[in-house]
């Protein structure tokens, strides 16, 4: 297998993960921040590569190209973390079905999450019916999906929305492993180029991507057959985010980049606080490893599932967007409880972790209490005062701790959406058990 990139993944250097900054204008109020994330996510898009160098003309001779004129810049493909629903989390197999898919799409828009960036509509595990077909080829469940992918893949797209389906690289699904799903030969192994070609005629945006035991049940390898994948993908006439799931037992942030567009890197995230804190722990030694285009993933969004309080809600989110991870929501958006919702609606934490840098937050300090802090792209400074303890806390850095440059800087709670006094040394704060206050420090 070529160790090379696909068209749409491509092979970057790794981020600088250093955290002086140039000095950033004043972002103060929350929209003009979204405004401004999203501005600079579209000059990443539209100065992706350039085509620099010389190419041979069509009689073999050599034309520099800094005398023609240059070729059309390259779009990244998920230059900032994708997010969005995914269906798994909620109604895992059995319960999938199109009713489910279409009340997600609506609620993205009716409750604003689409203009807030959560664009992406994943149908996960079980929408396959048991069997491909006389060709060969996968098809929808007829019972679940009576309309068929083709209409459910328009109705996400006409509302604005992108559309992602899952595949499988062995020749079991998870389902037919964990959820007893009844079916035959529904996984990608031996079909890989068949099913990328379906995506595309479908007009699939996103495809997971998951392992599930492949190298168990067909002796496969985890680089080559994600790889392979990777090809088929590079082939298509559209781009399609490519993430890709092994949990983490390869270390796939050494070798992902040059595959995958974002890559799991822990086993799967149960909705208790044990479980967040744990995979947020195994995040700290990964940072040099994300950037735009190749993103580490903690794995979904487990908010509105299970006992999660408010504060380990905003924790679980204002973490995930220090990190730079991607934002995908996996339960029911109509019963999304106000506390819930407002967290995941904050535009400042969305803002943070959108940062078309992509910069993804190192670990200052370690312990019951923690510091993370992350360099954006307008030269702002993002800094997590984490409290795993049980009991209150109060956490303090200073501006030297975290990396910014010396000097007075004006801060802003961005999880609780108020300015604080500035300071030029100290920065002190009581962070509830279980919880974050991430802030926001600028000049």
Not at 34 to 59: M, Y
Not at 254 to 274: C, E, G, H, M, Q
């Amino acid at each position: 297998m070529k160790d090379t990139a696909p068209v749409h993944v491509k092979d970057q250097s790794a981020v600088e993960d250093g955290h002086a900054g140039v000095r950033g204008r004043n972002t103060r109020t929350p929209t003009l921040r979204l405004l401004l994330t999203l501005a600079l996510s579209g000059l990443i898009l539209g100065l992706a590569s350039c085509g620099k160098g010389d190419h041979a003309d069509a009689d073999g001779s050599s034309t520099s190209t800094s005398t023609s004129r240059p070729r059309p810049a390259e779009p990244i493909v998920a230059a900032t973390p994708p997010m969005g629903w995914n269906s798994w989390n909620q109604v895992r197999c059995h319960d999938l079905d199109e009713a489910v898919v279409k009340q997600a799409a609506d609620a993205l828009v009716r409750r604003g999450l689409k203009d807030l960036g959560y664009r992406y509509v994943v149908v996960d595990d079980c929408w396959q019916a048991p069997s491909r077909d006389s060709a060969g080829a996968l098809v929808a469940d007829p019972i679940r999906f009576p309309s068929g992918l083709e209409s459910l893949v328009d109705y996400v797209h006409d509302k604005g929305l992108k559309f992602g389906l899952y595949l499988a690289p062995g020749s079991e699904t998870c389902a037919m492993h964990w959820d007893d799903y009844a079916a035959s030969g529904i996984g990608s192994y031996r079909h890989e180029r068949q099913d990328a070609e379906m995506l595309d005629e479908l007009g699939v945006d996103y495809l997971k991507y998951d392992w599930c035991r492949a190298d168990e049940t067909d002796g496969l390898e985890h680089q080559k057959t994600f790889g392979l994948m990777r090809d088929e993908l590079a082939r298509l006439d559209r781009p399609i985010v490519y993430s890709i799931s092994e949990y983490g037992d390869t270390k796939p942030w050494t070798w992902a980049p040059k595959v995958a567009n974002l890559w799991r890197t822990t086993s799967d995230i149960i909705p208790f606080w044990p479980s967040v804190a744990s995979i947020i722990d195994q995040q700290a030694e990964l940072h040099s490893f994300s950037g735009p285009g190749r993103w580490n993933d903690p794995d979904m969004l487990q908010v509105g599932n299970g006992p999660l309080t408010p504060d380990e809600t905003r924790a679980h989110i204002g973490m995930w967007a220090m990190l730079a991870a991607p934002l995908m929501i996996g339960t029911d958006l109509d019963k999304l409880t106000p506390d819930v919702i407002d967290a995941l609606s904050n535009p400042e934490i969305i803002a943070i972790d959108q940062d078309p840098a992509g910069r993804q937050a190192r670990r200052l300090r370690s312990g019951e209490t923690e510091v993370w802090a992350r360099s954006l792209a307008d030269g702002d400074m993002a800094v997590a005062l984490l409290n795993k303890g049980d009991g209150p806390a109060e956490i303090s850095t200073t501006i030297t701790e975290v990396g910014a440059q010396p000097g007075s800087w004006s801060i802003r709670n961005a999880s609780t959406r108020k300015d604080l006094p500035a300071t030029d040394g100290p920065i002190s704060e009581t962070v509830a058990p279980h919880g974050v206050t991430i802030l926001r420090l600028y000049s």
